[in-house]
């Protein structure tokens, strides 16, 4: 069974600080591991994903989330966040042979206080 | 950018009631995928499409049909509509099934 953890149902931090969402993974086999975000009201959009090679990987607006075997785990982090980084961050898994068939984990909201 | 386009947006219908979802993508995507998102659950798939004529079961199929008529257009079918499938429902494609996934705004379905 592939199953995808997010921790923290919701995560506040103020404008300038650094972040970092929470993922772990249960997942036999070579799998794909992405992270989407979700602005209120709006479907989800892709940022980031790993397969291989360098355990960190880098994404749009200044994200990039870390891949750890032994963990099972791919958090995703931001060095200083924006207001506009407000939105519900969702962790996925796919396998290899298909990866758009996406298990996705609960989401993570993140609030920016200014 | 891969556009998916999805309709009605918002759609309140009556329990055992008939309701179709549609889904129109333009960027040539040969996969396509509903999901339905509830509170505490994420996104969980109901079914997906390789291409034209050809149908997937996903996750969480029970209750819905989905049929591919074109490259283009993907419909999910609610014959007998229940409270339980009150949801916020996307549509989505992919080029090859790769893990970078594009999609719609969503819809709202209420049964009531």
């Known amino acids: 069974t592939q199953t995808v953890s997010q921790s923290d149902a919701h995560v506040t931090v103020f404008e300038g600080d650094s972040v970092e969402l929470r993922c772990n993974y249960s997942?036999?086999?070579?799998?794909?591991l992405s992270w989407y975000i979700q602005h209120h009201g709006h479907g989800l959009q892709f940022l980031l994903k790993?397969?291989?090679?360098?355990?960190v990987v880098q994404g749009v607006n200044g994200f990039e989330a870390e891949f750890s075997k032994s963990d099972s785990s791919f958090h995703l982090r931001k060095a200083s966040v924006h207001w506009s980084d407000s939105a519900v961050y969702f962790c996925a898994v796919s396998a290899n042979y298909n990866q758009g068939k996406l298990i996705f984990g609960q989401g993570t909201k993140l609030s920016i206080k200014p | 950018e891969a556009a998916v386009t999805q309709s009605p947006r918002n759609k309140v219908t009556v329990t055992g009631g008939n309701v179709t979802l549609s889904c129109r993508q333009t960027n040539s995507h040969n996969y396509m995928y509903w999901y339905r998102q509830d509170t505490g659950h994420g996104l969980r798939l109901i079914h997906y499409s390789y291409g034209a004529g050809n149908l997937q079961i996903g996750d969480v199929p029970d209750g819905y049909k989905a049929t591919r008529t074109t490259q283009e257009d993907f419909f999910l079918l609610l014959e007998l509509a229940s409270p339980s499938q009150t949801s916020l429902y996307f549509c989505?494609?992919?080029?090859?099934?790769?893990?970078?996934?594009?999609f719609g705004k969503g819809t709202r379905l209420t049964v009531v």
């Open positions: 989505a494609s992919s080029h090859r099934g790769r893990t970078e996934v594009f």
């Open positions: 997942y036999g086999g070579s799998i794909y």
């Open positions: 790993y397969y291989s090679g360098n355990p």
